[in-house]
């Protein structure tokens, strides 16, 4: 498989800021959902809250998917779309 291909294949798992969901709250399920340090999980926080959303995690459909859903179990709203080539 070419690079192009790769990259066409590659999704995000979009984090949207709801303005309801406690901050604190946001950063825990991040830290606990993809392993992230405190410090990481307060920047994408706070990108989503600034600009409305934040791209969480990139990977296979199948993986962005599962992200999607676990982040919707957690009560947050995310969204699955075709990572930039």
Known sequence: MSDEEQRSDTWSTVLWDDEVTLQPY???VL??????ARER???LMELAQREGRAVVA??????????VAGLHGDGLLATLERAAS
Request: aromatic share 4%; glycine share 10%; charged share 25%.
């Open 26 to 28: 946001v950063v825990h």
């Open 31 to 36: 830290m606990h959902r993809f392993g992230l």
């Open 41 to 43: 999980a307060l920047e």
């Open 58 to 67: 990139h990977g296979s459909r199948e993986e962005q998917e599962m992200h």
